[in-house]
């Protein structure tokens, strides 16, 4: 009887009840939104940090990551390769191999990391084809061609076209030695990148160090984050049955530092989207309230016809919860479709677009959708409103007919 | 006229005025309080960059930023330190060698950067004061003593009072290595700083590189960051001729300016989505009270009153109330974060299990007049704009339509 | 009185005693004190003899100069290298190493002067000085870093020496002396330990960390007559912690001179080899 009651009450006044339903519905889509956008914030930061230089994945010789040694390599490349090809969730991966050796030109020697990159499939790995600033990218077929950052190019006056002499040891002690045409000039934004490194064909590096075919790690691009541990686990699981000397790492483990970064960030983001919800449930809360203040007299009618206080204070509790269930339901969809757009096609940050192009930082923020921030998102209105629809409540059944009767 | 009834009638019904009011205050205060807490980590983020050795200005040989290298070293330090003395706007400075080296011990060897300082002036620029948790900082009388990072300790599979041998190309071109012995350990933000950076005396890196007294760099603290470029060109021009780079924190971190730019896009956007989680609540009750007050309504119009009249009133109450919900906002924003300006909001309290060391966690929101001018601005304006389609409503109430309404 | 008199009693009764057993005491103690001087003049001697014993060890594996034709093999768990080396040395502080095979690394030289090292390529034509970041890289490859050949006279020099026992093999002395570094003196080892044969051969070198922990050695055996002394013709160098890993020097030519022009220890000289 109560549920008929309090339906129709719902519908009896259309326009408080939409009213009141747009209120929840547009806080449901706001968190939603907000919600998914600072998940996506996280994933975008991640994202771009991989793709300059470490990659989700990477497959090293077990202990190479903490001791760089160029002895410690991936020895045999085509099979990781074949690997690579049969996993699901493997986007893009490439090779490489890396060696700390001399770099001169007339009258400066700098130790610099050599390493070798490949060409064709480096560009889906990692930006640094966009990183080029004079002259062009490596091409296949390159042989004794090199990129030099910005910084050590200046330092060796070494221009594009220029020469740099090359001297290091091979994986079996040998001798490394050669000189190199500089075919492209790179710039990170990033000193230490710009000053201290160049990259050169791997073939070439592979012969010029005696490497035997081997490279020091393969480069794997997942499909997206969240795919990131599964594809790692199928990665271990197919090496652990042909090569156990090589580990498996992700790109937390690749940069601690970032997810130490993020962890900060969610914490002060914390404490902003509490604000937000503050503002929220005041929203949501004035709006119930000037529900209830509008039908005083409804209630005074109410009252003096025989409804009990108690009872009327349960009708107003299912009235309200039948408004958030609306509200709730139509904000979640519309929300996630608004997120959804803009998932689609990302966000521009006003007056970020130039600077982030110069770090290679994204352009455009991307909201990522999720089961966690929709359920998240919902979970705070309802409970948010249903919170608000108490006090109003509360105060109804305190209620003098006769006054509720004369109020206006 | 109208103003003196929009006025009266805000007062008429207490409740409603003081839900709205609620409302908007709530909304404003968030405003003011979240960008005054942006613009602190904001400031954190700088101080912090600023303290790992950058300081708010720089001075080095013209060639040292390029090419960090012994031979680009400032060979007139005492003149420097004089006219530096002499300027006001010199709170503080000390100066340094940095070069590139290479540590070695009995199992390990690698690059580092070796930097030599006056243990007691370093203490109070950058973060090396505060790092050191573990054995002693440095003394100013200290010649064989070094302080390495945590993580490089940890490499080199050492500990305090061992010795840490150090090579490197010495003014001559020569390579020049001495033996230190780890006096002390500190903890950085990041764990590749403390396996790049270690610390001498600034008088044993001059003798084991053979530069008499000379240094690479000087660093400095004004008053104000935000000053750094215009007083970072004064002191230039006063060592015009010398071949001296003069280089205020922005030029040298680049990234740290890039993402305060960034910043001013979030807190704009904040901005949006406060205002919009108080718009829809703003919009409902000024329409219900709207609503609510038909009978009101249609007697103004019963008794000649116009309908652009009843627009104009309404529009009139929507901006007193706007106003003061704007005015007590500001108030109950500045108060929070004069509130916390003693103690600031310490972050590590909510994130037991990170480790901080050697850098501060606690953010002092910090208000800034932009921010506040704007929130004001686009509160109202747009809250009036908001306010608008009620007040047509409201104009359209005919008195039969009133009068007939319960 | 009588108090004093019965302390002076039990005084000489007491000293008695104390005299009859100081006097054993006495007689062993003169003859301690006798003997000290000549014990500490012994001590004294060990460590000058230490020294010395060190330094005349050092002298006879350089001479004057030299000139030497050595095998280099570079042995690793999975693989190994051999490579022919030509070196010329004069003292301590000259030093130039030329490759002789394979061909692939023919041609490649370093020059050491003092504390400074070049290399030479020929495939680049360069000669490149060697900066402090490569100096504790291995040299060509070997367990031998570019250090361990440019500061060889630093065990001279840095330490303070001390004979720590004296062994006899096959009816000879072997002193093993104790080297302990310098407190300033820029060696990365904590100590030393060299065993040195009366004839001054160099038999054992052992490199220790700070905490006296052993990290690698380097042993001379099969010691024949080469350029007209006794030398060992076969030195290994080994890390501790890793036994399949070593290097061995295997002596073919060796040969020992007064005096090398200097204009072999120049880099034009490492240039046109």
């Known amino acids: ?40 914030a996280y994933d975008t930061m991640i994202d771009a940090t991989v793709k300059i ?86 091409e296949a077929g390159d042989r004794r061609s090199a990129l030099a950052g910005e910084i050590l190019a200046d330092n060796l006056n070494s221009p594009v076209g220029g020469d740099l002499v090359l001297l290091g040891q091979g994986r079996d002690g040998s001798i490394a030695a050669t000189v190199l045409t500089i075919k492209g000039i790179f710039n990170t934004g990033q000193d230490e990148f710009d000053r201290t490194m160049i990259h050169i064909p791997l073939e070439y590096f592979q012969e010029l160090y005696n490497m035997r075919g081997a490279v020091h790690m393969a480069v794997v691009l997942c499909d997206s984050l969240t795919a990131v541990p599964a594809v790692k686990e199928r990665i271990a699981g197919a090496l652990s049955g042909i090569d156990s000397s090589l580990a498996v790492l992700d790109w937390k483990e690749l940069n601690p530092g970032l997810v130490q ?7 002060s983001g914390f404490i902003f989207y509490l604000i937000l919800i503050i503002v929220v449930a005041f929203s949501i809360m004035n709006t119930f309230l000037m529900a209830v203040f509008e039908r005083t007299r409804e209630f005074g009618v109410m009252m003096s016809m025989g409804m009990g206080p108690g009872r009327l204070m349960g009708l107003l509790l299912m009235e309200s919860l039948g408004i ?10 519309a929300g996630a479709a608004v997120t959804w757009y803009f998932q689609i096609h990302g966000m521009v940050i006003p007056g970020a677009e130039e600077v982030a192009r110069q770090f290679g930082l994204p352009e455009r923020m991307f909201p990522q959708l999720s089961f966690l ?35 206006v | 006229m109208i103003l003196k009834l929009a006025w009266r009638n805000i007062w008429r019904n207490r409740r409603r005025t003081a839900v709205i009011l609620t409302a908007i205050v709530i909304g404003l205060w968030a405003m003011v309080f979240l960008s005054a807490l942006m613009r602190g980590i904001a400031d954190r983020m700088v101080k912090n960059a600023i303290s790992t050795m950058t300081g708010h200005i720089k001075i080095y040989h013209a060639g040292y930023r390029n090419d960090p290298v012994i031979e680009n070293r400032i060979e ?18 000390t100066s340094r060698i940095r070069v590139n080296a290479v540590a070695a011990n009995a199992r390990h060897s690698g690059g580092v950067t070796l930097v030599g300082i006056h243990p007691g002036r370093e203490a109070g620029i950058s973060f090396t004061g505060d790092a050191v948790t573990e054995g002693e900082y440095l003394k100013d009388e200290e010649s064989q003593g070094i302080l390495v990072g945590r993580a490089l300790l940890e490499k080199y599979e050492t500990r305090i009072g061992h010795k840490l041998v150090l090579m490197s190309r010495d003014a001559s071109g020569e390579i020049a290595s001495r033996a230190f012995r780890i006096r002390g350990i500190y903890d950085a933000e990041l764990e590749s700083t403390e396996r790049q950076f270690v610390f001498v005396n600034l008088a044993a890196a001059q003798e084991m590189l053979g530069v008499n007294g000379d ?28 071949d001296l780079a003069v280089y205020s924190w922005k030029e040298l971190l680049p990234l740290v300016v890039a993402v305060l730019k960034m910043y001013d896009g979030f807190i704009l956007f ?43 009133e309404v529009s009139a109450e929507s901006f007193f109330l706007l106003f003061i919900g704007t005015v007590a906002g500001n108030l109950l924003g500045a108060a929070s974060v004069a509130a916390l300006s003693q103690r600031g909001i310490d972050l590590s309290a909510f994130a037991k299990g990170i480790e901080f060391a050697g850098m501060s966690r606690i953010i002092f929101p910090v208000l800034e007049l932009g921010d506040i001018l704007t929130a004001d601005a686009a509160v109202l304006v747009l809250g009036m704009a908001v306010g608008l389609y009620p007040a047509i409503r409201a104009a359209r109430f005919s008195p039969v339509e009133a009068m007939v309404h319960m | 009185m009588k108090r004093i008199k019965n302390w002076i009693i039990i005084l000489e009764n007491a000293g008695g005693v104390l005299i009859f057993k100081n006097y054993r005491i006495l007689c062993i103690g003169f003859a301690a004190v006798c003997l000290m001087p000549v014990l500490a003049l012994l001590q004294e001697v060990h460590a000058e003899d230490a020294e010395r014993i060190v330094r005349e060890a050092v002298n006879y594996y350089r001479g004057d100069a030299s000139t030497a034709v050595a095998e280099m093999t570079i042995h690793r768990p999975d693989w190994e290298r051999t490579m022919i080396i030509k070196a010329w040395t004069e003292g301590l502080k000259k030093s130039l190493f030329y490759i002789v095979a394979p061909p692939k690394d023919e041609g490649n030289g370093t020059l050491k002067r003092g504390t400074e090292m070049w290399t030479y390529n020929p495939k680049i034509h360069r000669v490149i000085k060697l900066p402090p970041s490569m100096m504790s890289q291995s040299w060509m490859g070997s367990d031998f870093s570019n250090n361990d050949l440019a500061k060889s006279d630093s065990i001279l020099d840095d330490y303070v020496h001390t004979v720590e026992e004296v062994l006899f093999e096959e009816g000879m002395k072997i002193y093993v002396i104790r080297s302990e570094p310098k407190p300033a003196a820029p060696v990365v080892w904590g100590m030393q330990k060299l065993h040195i044969r009366e004839d001054r051969i160099l038999l054992r070198e052992e490199f220790y960390d700070e905490d006296l922990k052993p990290v690698k050695y380097m042993d001379g055996s099969d010691i024949q007559m080469l350029g007209g002394k006794l030398f060992p013709r076969i030195w290994k160098m080994q890390k501790v912690e890793n036994t399949g890993e070593y290097t061995l020097l295997n002596y073919r030519e060796l040969a020992f001179h007064d005096d090398l022009p200097d204009r072999l220890f120049t880099l034009s000289a490492l240039r046109n080899r």
């Open chain 1, 1 to 40: 009887m109560n549920f008929i009651m309090a339906w129709r009450n719902i519908w009896r006044h259309p326009r408080r009840s939409i009213l009141t339903i747009a209120a929840i519905v547009f806080a449901t889509m706001l968190l939603v939104f907000m919600l998914s956008w600072q998940f996506g």
């Open chain 1, 53 to 138: 230089h470490t990659g989700h994945i990477q497959i090293q010789a077990q202990g190479y990551q903490d001791q760089r040694d160029m002895r410690k390599v991936v020895p045999d490349p085509n099979e990781i390769e074949r690997i690579l090809t049969s996993l699901r969730g493997v986007k893009s991966y490439t090779f490489r191999a890396e060696d700390f050796s001399l770099v001169s030109s007339e009258n400066r020697t700098y130790g610099v990391l050599v390493i070798g990159i490949d060409p064709q499939k480096e560009p889906s790995v990692s930006t640094l084809e966009d990183m080029i600033r004079r002259g062009r990218f490596l």
């Open chain 1, 261 to 267: 970064a993020i962890q900060m960030d969610l914490v």
């Open chain 1, 324 to 333: 958030t269930l609306i509200g709730v339901v139509i904000g979640t969809i």
């Open chain 1, 373 to 407: 921030s929709i359920a998240v998102g919902a979970g705070i209105v309802l409970i948010l409103t249903v919170l608000s629809a108490l006090y109003p409540a509360f105060k109804v059944k305190g209620l003098k007919p006769v006054e509720a009767l004369s109020a």
């Open chain 2, 76 to 93: 007139n330090p005492g003149e420097i330190k004089n006219i530096l003395q002499s300027l006001p706007a010199v709170r503080q400075f």
């Open chain 2, 215 to 242: 240094v690479t760099e000087f660093s400095l603290l004004i008053d104000d960051y935000e000053e750094a470029a215009a007083v970072a060109a004064s002191v230039g021009r006063r060592f015009d001729g010398d």
């Open chain 2, 270 to 312: 904040w901005f949006a989505a406060v205002f919009i989680a108080i718009a829809f609540g703003l919009v409902n009750t000024i329409l219900m009270a709207v609503f609510e007050r038909i009978r009101e309504f249609g007697l103004m119009r019963a008794l000649g009153m116009k309908p652009s009249f009843v627009v104009a």
